[in-house]
């Protein structure tokens, strides 16, 4: 698939089929993790693959029951747990190197972004699911200290088409040479 075909077609899915993703599938779409640029190529990622239907319950209690993406957690066969590295990506010599402080969130928004775009063009959905209680969360899959969740992106074979969001049109949001 072309990837600019890739990027207008791809959607948000909340709703999976219980079939499940192919070994293949999955490590072409952690391959694309893999080759997801970095902050000097620190790779602060971490990705936890869940598959047991009680982890995937556990998760899902982390999820507030207002987001309408909490079923999804139980519904597709994976979920991907992106996970981050503190106090790496953004820094030089141990010191914070730019005014925006962690750039964690920064390189694991490029990994999620490779993941999802591998994922469609693998015939795969995924879901950016983010509001969530990232601490408890941390808790149920016993991170260490220097790693946090970021996000969950459950991972399958969408079970209904979804439709295009408007968009802004690009003269709204593009400036040339200043403000």
């Known amino acids: 698939m072309d990837v600019h075909e890739c990027i207008l077609n791809r959607r948000s899915m909340r709703k999976y089929h219980s079939r499940p993703v192919e070994k293949e599938k999955l490590d072409r779409v952690l391959a694309a993790i893999q080759w997801a640029p970095s902050w000097v190529n ?12 009680e ?32 106090g790496l990506s953004g820094f030089y010599k141990g010191e914070q190197a730019t005014v925006h402080g962690d750039w964690v969130m920064f390189d694991l928004g490029i990994a999620c972004q490779n993941l999802c775009l591998a994922a469609w063009a693998e015939g795969l959905g995924t879901l950016h699911l983010g509001l969530l209680d ?29 439709t295009a969001p408007k968009r802004r049109a690009i003269e709204e949001f593009v400036h040339r040479n200043g403000w």
Do not use: F, T
């Open 42 to 53: 620190l790779q602060p990622w971490e990705v936890i693959v869940v598959d047991e239907p």
């Open 55 to 86: 982890m995937k319950e556990r998760l899902q209690q982390c999820v507030p029951q207002s987001n309408p993406g909490r079923k999804s957690l139980l519904q597709a066969p994976l979920l991907l747990v992106m996970c981050g590295r503190q």
């Open 134 to 162: 990232h601490e408890q969360a941390g808790r149920v899959l016993g991170l260490p200290g220097d790693v946090k969740v970021y996000e969950i992106i459950p991972l399958g074979y969408p079970a209904k088409e979804s």
